[in-house]
């Protein structure tokens, strides 16, 4: 079992940047396949990235040369910097892991899931 808590999320105008961390406690994180998700009112949850156990990494279409993921086992942590931010990136974030092994972009894949946090881009 592992359990998840994002931070890094707030406020910016859009070309910004924020990055959000993914800190993870109960398991050593280095054992899980990792995930960004993001959810916007109204919309369904969507995969934005996710990176495997050996770095391994994709990323959305619309995302993609914008937001990286990135993992340090040593601290248990999952990173997504996300550069050049627009409106439409505006949503609730949330980190997940899975046992399974490879890249994993459907959330059914992910068992576990931290709480989120918000990410606000205004023009």
């Known amino acids: 079992q592992v359990q998840l808590v994002e931070s890094g999320g707030g406020s910016v105008q859009a070309g910004g940047s924020l990055r959000l961390s993914c800190g993870a406690s109960?398991?050593?994180?280095?054992?899980?396949?990792g995930g960004w998700f993001r959810q916007a009112p109204g919309k369904e949850r969507e995969f934005v990235a996710t990176i495997s156990r050996n770095g391994a990494s994709l990323y959305a279409d619309s995302v993609k040369g914008r937001f990286t993921i990135s993992r340090d086992n040593a601290k248990n942590t999952m990173y997504l910097q996300m550069n050049d931010l627009n409106p439409e990136d505006t949503a609730v974030y949330h980190c997940?892991?899975?046992?399974?092994?490879?890249?994993?972009?459907?959330?059914?894949?992910?068992?576990?899931w931290g709480q989120g946090t918000q990410v606000t881009v205004s023009s």
């Open positions: 109960g398991h050593t994180f280095f054992a899980y396949t």
């Open positions: 997940a892991a899975s046992s399974k092994l490879g890249v994993l972009v459907d959330p059914g894949s992910y068992a576990y």
